[in-house]
């Protein structure tokens, strides 16, 4: 588990990440003022992976209470609009370095890394909301909720607004639809 050294170093590599660009992101950067526990971790682990590591480390650590305080009386669609959100506003510190990430031409690796990592965290979700992720179905519903999750994270690099409101009717009409769209098709 991270503590705050750990979490004081990963910021400030996100920082050199902004200054220097993403592509310029060395071994010698990361290595740089690393706490010695994570050391070992730094040498064998690509910097990049190290901090997309680090971040859904971060998402998981509060996706936890989604599952863990779920009411009967809230709706699924509330419940998936929450975890979508627990995403976003967790890394919302990063938003500049990651804006960076996507928008730096490396697009398609970092796409793929993120839609990799959304895995389990969109299964948690699901699950949050008391949706099925086992068998061929659940695997179908895992996938949709990561694309769908991919696609509001490039709305929400572009919503620079404090409360976020262009990100959550975004998530708001697409989780509309997605569950039309799940309906429809027996997910």
Known sequence: MLDQEDNAYFTKLAQIIQLKGWGRLTK??????????LRDFAVVTPPKQ????????LVDKNLEHISQGVSTKVSVHDILL??????????????????????SGTT????????????????????????????????????????FVAAAAYVWLEDDSEDQA????????KLRQVADFAGYFGL
Do not use: H, N
């Open 82 to 103: 929450e975890g979508v959100m627990t995403i976003f506003d967790t890394i919302q510190p990063y938003k500049a370095f990651l804006r960076l990430a996507f928008f």
């Open 108 to 147: 398609q690796s970092i796409s793929y890394e993120l839609l990799k990592q959304l895995d389990d965290r969109c299964q948690a979700i699901l699950e949050s909301a008391e949706i099925s992720t086992s068998g061929l179905k659940g695997a179908v519903r895992v996938k949709v909720m990561q694309l």
């Open 28 to 37: 010698k950067d990361i290595l740089k003022d690393c706490p010695e526990q």
């Open 166 to 173: 262009k990100t959550m009717s975004f998530i708001d009409q």
């Open 50 to 57: 190290a901090l997309w590591k680090y971040l859904f480390w």
